[in-house]
């Protein structure tokens, strides 16, 4: 029921995971999207286009609310980012299991939001600037600044991780006690799959995207 | 004499049948669980009581204000009927009954997964008053009750987080319990399983401040609805951030389940199972952390709502607020970690 992602194979000591072959189909998956949407852009957009505009325009508008109009080179990032969590935190729905109810990928990315933070803030601030940046608002803090810095990848990743497996977890349990309850076998699975799947993993994946934003661009000040 | 006293209760409970102590250990469990009701009974209290005051202010809308805040009220009975169907399970179908293990994790278990159902009760009673403002909003605003309507339950919907998080560490220690099959001292298991439900009790903290985070957003769209979008994306990622000592707290649960380092190492059993319990109670302290940060969200989304012009600084200042109200819960992990991890009496 709540069994750790099946492993298919081992190349060169590495185990190749349902994880990380669902992640390749899924990133299959969101390279073809992107082709299909993009394919022979003109003046007066076709519907794909229209389609891809409405995409672009709307993360273009949430990084500048988000982040400000100096820092819109984070938008094809945040894209991408929020296209994968989508996709990834809804193949639940077609039975697929989620790679994001694996904690080794909700911390890898959330480690990538970590080290862009950490190079953004070096790069704006310069070495003095960001060293100083631990110090504030008074030096004796500066325990307490590094353990909550460190933290943030932590709550990050398990935030996503958390309510993935939760949602993984009771799908299995109401699909193996329903095997008992034979006339409400169709109903409870929707509306569980309603919340846990369509509802917490749309509202997951914006907060882990909005997340990332506040914490790149707060850094860089 | 001291450690006598231990041996003889282990030995007084030992001298019972194994189904009899897991009958005992689940009637207590079941007993825990339905505390959570403190949480429905306060927070549709208040419901009912911003519905009377709004239907005394705004008479014509009535029919509105009451639909409004049965709805409400109803979301905020969830955690409630959470527990009760734990309770009923641990009660009539108890899985555990045919559990092959030792006695005292299974009774320990039992006990846990009541502990932590206890903590429905934050997010019933945040519900509760995000049900309330949210009547209170639809007497003066009724032509925007869609919009208040659609916010109070995104914003319910994702308070209820901690809660379903609580409800996943139950059934895991019921249905698929990782401890029985771990080798080590019955004891010191024993602890590693309550500690983990009471380290869920962290989520109430969580559940009361993102309740209040959407109260303050179905307010706020009520008074202007055109601004919905800035209120709920502030809304949304101020209740993310009060989630954390809540998604802490679960952390250091599937540790203790997993991954307890405590229980294969040598030394005293008595401070190995007193650790693994200390570091479960250590997650508690995580509750104030969410009530503040929940507060600072429902004033950052109210503020929102009049000036999203100024959506950024307002957000800025919110997470500042909140990462410095989250210092004691990062403490609580802190000390929870060292006691797994590095403890200093081993």
């Known amino acids: 029921m709540i069994n750790g992602p099946r492993i298919y194979a081992e190349v060169f000591g590495i185990p190749i995971t349902a994880t990380m072959v669902n992640m390749w189909i899924i990133m299959a998956g969101i390279t073809l999207l992107c082709m299909f949407l993009t394919r022979n852009l003109k003046r007066v957009p076709g519907k794909p286009q229209v389609i891809a505009e409405m995409i672009v325009t709307g993360i273009n508008n949430l ?67 960001y060293l100083k940046g631990y110090l504030e608002p008074i030096p004796l803090l500066l325990p307490i600044n590094i353990i909550g810095e460190l933290a943030n990848p932590i709550s990050l990743s398990f935030r996503l991780f958390g309510n993935m497996l939760g949602g993984l977890i009771i799908m299995g349990l109401i699909y193996g006690g329903l095997t008992s309850l034979m006339h409400f076998a169709i109903a409870i699975p929707i509306v569980a799959h309603l919340y846990f799947d369509l509802f917490a993993g749309l509202l997951q994946s914006f907060i882990f995207v909005m997340l990332s934003m506040v914490f790149i661009s707060m850094a860089m000040e | 004499m001291e450690t006598d006293f231990i041996q003889a209760s282990i030995d007084f409970i030992m001298s019972y049948d194994t189904k009899v102590i897991i009958a005992c250990a689940s009637v207590l469990g079941a007993g825990l669980a339905m505390i959570a009701g403190i949480g429905p009974g306060i ?12 239907i005394g202010d705004n008479p014509e809308q009535g029919k509105g204000i009451t639909s ?52 429905g009760l934050g997010p019933s009673i945040g519900q509760g008053y995000a049900a309330g403002k949210a009547a209170e909003t639809v007497g003066t605003n009724p032509k925007n009750k869609p919009h208040v309507t659609m916010l109070m339950l995104m914003g319910q919907a994702v308070a209820q987080t901690t809660g379903i998080l609580a409800l996943v560490i139950a059934l895991i220690l019921l249905y698929a319990n990782p401890l029985v099959s771990v080798k080590g001292e019955f004891l010191i298991l024993m ?15 969580p559940g009361i401040g993102q309740g209040y985070a959407a109260g303050k957003a179905a307010a706020a769209v009520g008074v202007n609805p055109k601004n919905k979008k800035n209120i709920t994306v502030v809304m949304l990622v101020g209740q993310a951030v009060a989630q954390t000592t809540g998604i ?19 030394g005293s059993i008595i401070i190995l199972a007193a650790s693994a319990l200390a570091a479960g109670i250590s997650m508690v302290g995580g509750i104030g952390s969410g009530v503040g940060q929940g507060y600072a969200a429902g004033k950052a ?46």
């Open chain 1, 63 to 129: 990084t500048e609310s988000t982040m400000g109009k100096q820092n819109m080179g984070f938008a094809p990032y945040m894209l991408t980012l929020f296209m994968y969590l989508g996709v990834a935190n809804l193949v639940g729905l077609v039975g697929m299991r989620p790679p994001t109810a694996d904690l080794t990928m909700t911390f890898a990315l959330s480690l990538l939001t970590f080290f862009m933070t950490q190079f953004f803030a070096l790069k704006a601030k310069g070495i003095g600037g």
């Open chain 2, 191 to 205: 602890a590693t399983a309550l500690g983990a439900g009471i380290a869920m009790l962290g989520g109430i903290g």
């Open chain 2, 301 to 346: 989304v109210e503020a929102t709502g009049i000036r999203p012009d100024v959506q950024s600084s307002i957000t800025r200042t919110m997470f500042l607020g909140q990462a410095v109200a989250q210092t004691t819960g990062i403490y609580a992990l802190i000390v929870s970690l060292i006691l797994m991890y590095s403890n200093p009496f081993l």
């Open chain 2, 43 to 54: 927070g549709q209290g208040f419901a009912a009581g911003k519905g009377a005051q709004a």
């Open chain 2, 68 to 119: 409004t805040m049965l709805l409400g009220a109803a979301v905020a009975e969830t955690s409630g009927i959470l527990a009760l169907v734990v309770a009923l399970i641990l009660i009539f179908a108890n899985p555990l009954m045919n559990a092959t293990g030792g006695v005292l994790i299974i009774g320990g278990s039992a006990i846990a997964a009541g502990i932590s159902m206890l903590s």
């Open chain 2, 248 to 266: 802490l707290a679960l952390v250091i649960a599937l540790i203790l389940m997993y991954g307890n380092p405590l229980a294969d190492v040598d």
